[in-house]
């Protein structure tokens, strides 16, 4: 018979193995909910009439980059009856005033959540912004061109002044300035901004005037990596299709700039140990061009530059050892290939057959 001390510990045991199992079972029939999903819209300053854009895509896309991936429903409420679902959706209100938009979202596994943004909704008048970027898609390092112009009844406003900003899709985060831009005589504007990586809401917004409030509108940027390789790309030629296999370890992009200018591309890379510095090749439209390698502290910088026109360039950073790390394997030394080879030896085939008949006529008839 157990002392009386040691039945209080074992009644105090299963009395806790109880309370956990009660509470286990219960979590499994709760509702789980993670991080509350978010939204974006854009014009941020909607009109009556106007086709305004939902957005909670971007938070799927955050969610199975840092979680288990997974696939979520979306349920849209607007606010005056109206509903929708999808991760993005279009609405257009038929009356001026502030209405609570919603999105709930879903998994069919107990995770989700809700969130809910107030709207205010205002007349049309007949001024409208516009922001256009570049592409909507980068690479670290890249630049992008924000462009937009301001219009009045369809006609461009000069000298209208606009404030860029920018806003990472992070819980908690704010606007930050980009720039300040003035018109044109055409109501246009333009610069350049050099973002790091994330994902990005830009926003152009007018302060409006004596006659017209304020106005905003926004679209979405995405900032993409290279990997833990390539740390930077930079170029002053306009650069399309950029493309980076970290398997492979080959770049690619093709590079564009006015006729008689020349052109440059710097590539940072970090010091991997399994990264040789003198087995890179860079082909410009197929042909091995020269460049330099540079080493710094934490880092190799590759260097080339060409004459402008539209260029493919492929850069390959395991290609095999070559001699010097500032130039790159002349065209003449290169393997030959094996359709090349075949070639050859069938040639030279059918030369050693053709001297064997010549000799054997030419000793056969002097032998008579």
Request: aromatic share 12%.
């Amino acid at each position: 018979m157990l002392p009386a001390k040691a039945d209080a510990s074992a009644l105090a045991l299963v009395m806790l193995l109880s309370m956990l199992t009660l509470a286990c079972s219960s979590a499994v029939n709760a509702q789980i909910v993670h991080a509350t999903p978010s939204f974006v819209y854009s014009p941020l300053t909607p009109r009556v009439g106007d086709v305004v854009t939902f957005d909670a895509l971007w938070w799927e896309q955050y969610w199975n980059e840092n979680n288990e991936p997974r696939s979520f429903s979306y349920s849209w409420s607007f606010g005056d009856g109206a509903h929708a679902t999808g991760a993005t959706v279009n609405h257009t209100f038929t009356k001026s005033g502030t209405y609570n938009v919603g999105v709930t979202v879903d998994d069919g596994l107990r995770t989700g959540g809700s969130s809910e943004m107030k709207i205010e909704v205002r007349e049309q008048t007949p001024v409208t912004v516009h922001i256009f970027l570049s592409s909507e898609s980068i690479y670290n390092g890249q630049e992008v061109v924000i462009s937009g112009n301001l219009t009045r009844n369809g006609e461009g406003m000069p000298n209208a002044w606009f404030s860029l900003l920018s806003k990472t899709y992070v819980e908690g985060a704010t606007w930050n300035d980009i720039a300040s831009v003035k018109t044109d005589a055409y109501g246009k504007f333009s610069t350049v901004w050099k973002p790091i990586y994330g994902v990005y809401q830009v926003k152009a917004t007018w302060a409006g005037d004596s006659t017209y409030p304020e106005s905003s509108v926004s679209v979405e940027l995405r900032v993409k990596g290279f990997g833990n390789f390539i740390t930077e790309f930079s170029s002053n030629s306009t650069i399309n299709e950029l493309n980076y296999n970290a398997t492979t370890r080959v770049l690619s992009f093709t590079a564009e700039g006015p006729s008689g200018t020349n052109g440059y591309v710097s590539v940072t890379l970090e010091k991997d140990s399994s990264f040789d510095p003198l087995g890179i090749s860079v082909l410009l439209d197929g042909h091995p061009i020269e460049y330099n390698v540079e080493s710094t502290g934490e880092s190799w910088i590759l260097f080339f530059t060409y004459t402008h026109s539209i260029h493919n360039v492929l850069v390959n950073f395991e290609v095999g050892k070559i001699s010097e790390p500032t130039s790159s394997t002349p065209l003449e030394q290169q393997e030959t290939s094996p359709s090349l080879q075949f070639e050859t030896a069938l040639t030279l085939v059918i030369l050693v057959i053709v001297t064997c008949l010549g000799l054997a006529l030419y000793f056969k008839k002097h032998k008579r």
